[in-house]
């Protein structure tokens, strides 16, 4: 929870990757896992020309790169680097769920067409509850006491992941933030990226701040 709450990328190297007499998931269950929250394959969302994201595998690596793959590829993979992409809509759809505890939607863009309401539709994927419910309080932990702490004095309460991500060549980093509020009963999931930004506490963070205040005073208590 505190690794989460602090943006600790030490600690998923050794999660993702391992060290020393620690076993990591490594590059297949990585994938596995996070196939099931949409990464790698398109949202759904009734749009053309959405983007795939990508997740590199073994195989994909020796194919196009003539490469084996190293545990160092599998550190960056945990945490989020290297060859994986992903989109802003993607890491949206994957913080809804852990918001609403485990429940991965397709994304709509109407809420009704004429009277008639457009009902979500849930992807027949399952989540580990217990699972979930630990990268929320670790969520959390990152607005209470972590690196996303300027959110704390929101009227009501939030939980929220910090991201600053290597771009390639010398440009500055992508400023990343994800999130979800209210806590306990959300109805919001925001994501914000400011590419070539800088650091996502720093730059993304306040964007986010605006948006969950304009949209609690706007939206909340909507569907």
């Given at each position: 929870?505190?690794?989460?709450?602090?943006?600790?990328?030490?600690?998923?190297?050794?999660?993702?990757?391992g060290f020393?007499?620690?076993?990591?998931?490594?590059?297949?269950?990585?994938?596995?896992?996070?196939?099931?929250?949409?990464?790698?394959?398109?949202?759904?969302?009734?749009?053309?020309?959405?983007?795939?994201?990508?997740?590199?595998s073994?195989?994909?690596?020796?194919?196009?790169k003539?490469?084996?793959?190293?545990?160092?590829?599998?550190y960056?993979?945990?945490?989020?680097?290297?060859?994986?992409?992903?989109?802003?809509?993607?890491?949206?759809?994957?913080?809804?769920?852990?918001?609403?505890?485990?429940?991965r939607?397709v994304?709509?863009?109407?809420?009704?067409?004429?009277?008639?309401?457009?009902?979500?539709?849930?992807?027949?994927?399952?989540?580990?509850?217990?699972?979930?419910?630990?990268?929320r309080?670790?969520?959390?932990?990152?607005?209470?006491?972590?690196?996303?702490?300027?959110?704390?004095?929101?009227?009501l309460?939030?939980?929220?992941?910090?991201?600053?991500?290597?771009?390639?060549?010398?440009?500055?980093?992508?400023?990343?933030?994800?999130?979800?509020?209210?806590?306990?009963?959300?109805?919001l999931?925001?994501?914000?990226?400011?590419?070539?930004?800088?650091?996502?506490?720093?730059?993304?963070?306040?964007?986010?701040?605006?948006?969950?205040?304009?949209?609690?005073?706007?939206?909340?208590?909507?569907?």
């Amino acid at each position: 929870r505190k690794a989460l709450a602090w943006s600790v990328n030490t600690y998923f190297y050794v999660v993702g990757g391992g060290f020393a007499e620690q076993t990591g998931l490594g590059v297949e269950r990585i994938g596995t896992n996070a196939a099931l929250f949409g990464f790698g394959s398109r949202t759904g969302i009734e749009l053309p020309g959405e983007a795939d994201g990508f997740l590199p595998s073994k195989d994909w690596k020796m194919e196009a790169k003539g490469e084996r793959w190293y545990v160092g590829d599998t550190y960056h993979l945990a945490i989020g680097q290297g060859d994986m992409l992903a989109t802003p809509l993607q890491v949206a759809v994957a913080t809804a769920a852990i918001g609403n505890g485990g429940t991965r939607y397709v994304p709509r863009l109407v809420e009704k067409i004429g009277d008639a309401p457009v009902e979500p539709v849930p992807v027949d994927v399952t989540l580990s509850a217990e699972a979930v419910q630990v990268v929320r309080e670790g969520m959390r932990g990152a607005v209470t006491y972590g690196s996303a702490r300027f959110l704390n004095s929101l009227a009501l309460p939030v939980a929220g992941k910090t991201g600053t991500a290597q771009a390639s060549g010398d440009k500055p980093t992508h400023a990343w933030f994800e999130g979800f509020g209210p806590y306990d009963d959300p109805t919001l999931a925001v994501v914000v990226l400011v590419e070539n930004g800088g650091e996502g506490s720093a730059v993304a963070v306040p964007i986010a701040k605006d948006v969950f205040e304009w949209g609690f005073a706007n939206r909340q208590g909507t569907e």
